[in-house]
Structures are given as C-alpha cells and as structure tokens.
C-alpha cells in the first residue's frame, strides 16, 4: 500500500491530541463498540492530569489506498526533545494555530525545527467556532511566520484548512465548517502535499531508532524508521551506537517486529522502507542508533537534540525520616533510575558531582525536570533535589545564560502586574496586543534564571487568571544578579510533631508550610518569615499545664490555612543551601545542612 507520515505539532493546547482523536474516529480506527476516553493518545497518567502531552506517540490509520502514520508531539518547550524526536520520523508536519489566540512562540519553534527540516506544512487553523476567533488575522500571522523561517520559496506554500477538531469538522480555506463537514479535506490534504517516503529497498537495510520502550516479555522495544531496505523478523542485524565506534557495530537478531495499528501495534514478519517500526531482540539499543543489514558499512547521521539549559542535583534522601515511606532509598537505584531515563529520554543529561550519592541531572526547563521527579516518586523513589541553575556557556570570551521568551495572556488589569515583575528579573517587554475581550497578550524576553518561580508569582497575582508560555530563545550575555524570595525560612529546631499552641504564636511571624499534627525534624523549613532573615523556631512546643483557668488562657487557637507546596513551587522557592525532599507520599523542603552549628561554620567559611 501508498503510505505517508505526518507529525502534528502545534503550541500548548491548540488541539494536536483532539484533532488525532477525531482522525482515527473518521477513518474508522475504533471498533463500533469500543469505548475510548477524550485524548486516547495521551495515555501516561501525568499527561492526562495536566492536560498536556509529554510524550511523542504514534498511530496509524488508512484513508482511501493509504496508510498514514499520525505522530503526536508535545507543544510544551521543556519537552522539545519529544518534537525533534518525532520529526525524524516523518515527512511532513499538520501545524495546528488557534484561530483565536494565533501563532504563539511555541509555535514559531516546532515550525523553525519543520522547515530546517525541509518538511511541507498543510496549516491547520482550528477551533473557528470560538466567539473571538479571528481566522484572517490568524492566516496572515502564520504567513509572516513563514516568511520569517522557510529556507526556500517551495515553503511559503501550503494548503489551509478551517477545522473545528472537537466535533470532526473542516473545510478547504478560511471559513466556518457546515455542520456536516468531516475530516475528509485534511486526509486529503495529507495524501497530496506530504509526500510519499524516497527509499530503496534493494539497498542494504538501514533504520534510525528515535524512541525506546519496553516490554514485560520480550524486554527492550526500539521504535523508529526503516530508511532503506527491508527489516524482516527473524533476520541478524548490526548495531551502530555510540559505544561501538572503537569496537565496531554489534550482532543481534530481530526477534518480534511489529508496526503501529490505530491506537496498538500489530505483529508483522516486514516492515518496508519508509515505515515506522517497533522491534525487540537488541538489549543494547539506545535513541540514535543505526539498525543495519550485516553489509551496512556506516551508520546514518546520529539523532541530534538542543543542549539542556537548566541543571539540578539529584541526590538520595538523608533527612532522617529516610526510608519510611519510598521502596527505592539508596544512590544503586538513583544511579540506574536516571540512567535509564537517558536511554529514552534525548534532551537529559545526567553527570557526576562531588559526591557519589549525588548526581547532576540537567534538562530543557523546569516542567521537564518535575515531570521526571514526580514519575519517580510515584514509582517509589526517595529523592532530594536542589533548586533549579542554568547552564552557562563562553562565546566570544564572554560568561552567557540561557534567554527565554514568552507571551503571558492575562486580564487588562493585571498588565502593570506582570510588567512591573518582569523588570527586576531583566525582563523585557516587545509586544503589547489585545486579546480576547478585557485580555491582553504580552509579549517578553528575560533570562532564564530570571523566570525562576516567575510563574507561581504570576498565577498567585492573578489568581489563577493568567496563561503563561516559554520557549528557548538562544543565549545572553550573564545579566547579574537577579532577586529571589523576599522572605527568609521558618526552621524547625527539633523532631517532633508539630502543635495547634506552637503553630499559633508562629503564624504572626510569617506564613505556615505546616499543619498541627505534622512530623518535623531539626532542619526541616516549616514556613517563610515575614522578614528576610531566616529563623530557627520550635514547631513542636506544647502548652504548658497550669492550674491557671481563664477564659483568655483557654481559647481555641485559629490557626490560617498553610501553603500547601506542590513540587513545582518548592522547587522554585527553594535557596541555594536548601533541598526538596520528595517521597511518594510527602513534598518537604529542608536546609542542605541540618544542624544550626554545621550551618554557622558554613557560613562562616562562605564568608573567609
């Protein structure tokens, strides 16, 4: 059969993961019986939580004489490692703009990664059925995007499609779709634009891994592209990884070979150049690596990913409620934790540090990282992180950071608010434009350590109102020094657990991470004071017994809601001598240095 493979990339939440529900139900990829969730594809659990797409995946589906490979991509920019990813695999991208909210930045970077590519876009302006859509402005801001990305005159052409992918509708050109339009002009759109895969299936088989999962019976899953030649079950093959260039390319056998069927895999005893493969059989496999026939001489052009821009230590739990609530305690499961996340996962690294129980985990934000440390936990991990630093680099003889842009769509009244935190985090304004009624869309450029906890502030000045987006802008020359928190820690002095009578006289000094009742040790940060200097308090202390009875001495203490930290926050409050410990059952923040006299020398020797 003829075959095609797309990719969807598209900002956050501009409807990729719908609009790939919507196709495989158009193209009859469901039984009539089957029931099916909203958002089949996203199927990790923390992608259905957050309502964003983490991973790359892929399904197929079959339109006239067709099969199409659909890759979904995450839109989020911490996870640009997935897009780069998914790119390799396809020739040619569907790129999704809201017909309201328009190109946003990350929309500029999945294209600016499509077109470097030399792939064709089919534009794909959804969601014309809001109340503010404004689909001809959207157009003519996409064709100046193009204009400012494409390397070549044949990429400033491209079909546009008007959709509405919720209910399965689209039209050719900009309008409204009737309401019984279907999908059937995109699928269209598919078969003439993206073209077919250029291969020879004479030459010797070649095949790029881009992904890697797993199996409970055949271990090891490489996932990835055949490019030339045929991959057949059964068949010896040769590994090109990174670890072979000294000692040449490993011998394995292909032991089960499968290819995308709908939303599942289908085992198969092929699979034909220019298709999408999943096989087992090579323990050693890593994302990258070349899959060849015994008479491939050279490996095809490695998969290459953006370096990292932001690092954390991670390092085992030593706090001494250690070991009480997580299966995996010690620095062997840390060290092969993180090692396999690697093997699949492009855009980390991992490195050494000073000590063997610490290990230094660098990514492509801060998002990316949480969902690493939160998958962990569920998984039954014990782990302390430190806060969030970015990766330097010199250019031209000169200290540069990581720089940032972003749009921040919030109410008109929060405007001041957002530009006045910008300023003393280096920010910098470079568009004002209005969005949907009473709202506005700023957009802005500030170094990345700038934005540090920049968005927990946002959404605790708006309540919650604002949007925020990110994306990877290049590099700055270092900024400074740039402000943190304003308030100092609140920190436990003894084990115990905390009490209503201490917690009351507490409050008045500052705000409460903890509730009465709470487990507590000597380090442990319980709340934030109201002035910048830290405290060491006593969270434990009870009342003391009198015969004493008045109406004064007996009222029952009001105690105001604690901040309750998510790791997200902690990470981003956290100081330089602090750590989140992380458990599968508690988030805690602690000094680095437990002990009020192990702190003192510290400082002191700071100081020398």
């Excluded at 782990?383 to 680099?393: A, H, I, K």
Aim: negative net charge.
């Amino acid at each position: 059969m003829k075959l095609r493979n797309v990719a969807l990339v598209a900002h956050v939440d501009h409807g990729k993961t719908t609009l790939v529900d919507t196709l495989l139900r158009t193209t009859g990829a469901f039984a009539a019986h089957q029931q099916v969730v909203e958002r089949v594809m996203d199927s990790d659990a923390q992608e259905r939580e957050r309502g964003i797409t983490i991973l790359a995946k892929a399904a197929r589906i079959r339109w006239r004489d067709t099969l199409i490979n659909l890759v979904d991509t995450p839109g989020h920019a911490d996870f640009g490692g997935e897009v780069e990813r998914a790119l390799a695999l396809v020739d040619g991208i569907i790129l999704l703009v809201d017909a309201a909210e328009g190109p946003l930045p990350q929309t500029r970077y999945v294209l600016s990664k499509a077109l470097s590519r030399g792939l064709p876009a089919i534009l794909v302006i959804n969601k014309v059925d809001r109340g503010d859509a404004r689909p001809d402005e959207v157009l003519r801001e996409v064709e100046q995007l193009f204009l400012d990305l494409a390397s070549s005159d044949d990429q400033l052409s491209f079909p546009v499609i008007s959709a509405v992918a919720r209910e399965g509708r689209a039209i050719p050109g900009v309008g409204m779709p009737p309401a019984d339009a279907d999908l059937s002009c995109l699928l269209d759109a598919i078969l003439s634009t993206v073209p077919p895969p250029v291969v020879d299936e004479e030459a010797p088989l070649a095949a790029l891994v881009t992904n890697l999962d797993a199996s409970d019976y055949v271990g090891r899953l490489a996932i990835g592209r055949v490019h030339a030649g045929v991959m057949r079950k059964g068949d010896g093959v040769v590994l090109f990884g990174r670890e072979s260039a000294g000692t040449g390319p490993l011998r394995r056998k292909i032991v089960q070979l499968s290819v995308f069927d709908g939303i599942g895999r289908t085992e198969v005893d092929e699979v034909r150049a220019g298709d999408l493969f999943v096989l087992a059989g090579i323990a050693e496999v890593e994302v990258g690596d070349t899959i060849g026939g015994t008479e491939l001489k050279r490996a095809l052009p490695r998969l290459e990913v953006d370096e990292p821009v932001i690092r954390m230590s991670f390092g085992v739990n030593t706090s001494p409620y250690a070991g009480r609530e997580g299966r995996f305690v010690t620095s062997r499961h840390l060290r092969e934790r993180l090692e396999k996340e690697i093997l699949g996962n492009v855009s980390i690294r991992i490195g050494e540090t000073d000590s063997p129980d610490v290990m230094s985990v660098a990514g492509r934000g801060e998002l990316q990282l949480a969902v690493l440390i939160e998958n962990m936990r569920r998984e039954g991990f014990e782990v302390q992180v430190s806060r969030p630093e970015v990766v330097t680099r010199e250019i031209n003889g000169k200290r540069h950071e990581p720089l940032e842009s972003g749009s921040c769509d919030v109410p008109d009244e929060h405007v001041g608010t957002v530009t006045q935190a910008l300023a003393p985090r280096k920010g910098r304004v470079t568009d004002l434009r209005p969005g949907d009624p009473g709202r506005t869309i700023l957009s802005f450029e500030a170094p990345s350590r700038g934005l540090l906890g920049f968005r927990s502030m946002l959404m605790t000045a708006t309540r919650g109102t604002a949007l925020l987006h990110q994306s990877h802008a290049g590099w700055t020359p270092w900024a400074g020094e740039l402000p943190h928190r304003s308030g100092g820690s609140m920190i436990a002095d003894r084990v115990g657990s905390t009490t209503a009578y201490a917690l009351d006289n507490l409050q008045l000094r500052g705000t409460l991470f903890v509730s009465p009742g709470e487990e507590v040790y000597e380090g442990m940060v319980v709340g934030e004071s109201a002035r910048g200097e830290e405290m060491v308090v006593n969270a434990v202390r009870p009342k003391e017994k009198t015969n004493i009875r008045t109406h004064s001495h007996d009222d029952g203490v009001k105690l105001a809601a604690p901040v309750v930290h998510t790791l997200e926050t902690a990470i981003e409050w956290i100081g330089d001598d602090e750590l989140v410990e992380v458990t599968p059952t508690k988030i805690r923040i602690r000094k680095r240095l437990l002990n009020l006299e192990d702190r003192k020398r510290a400082f002191k020797r700071n100081l020398s």
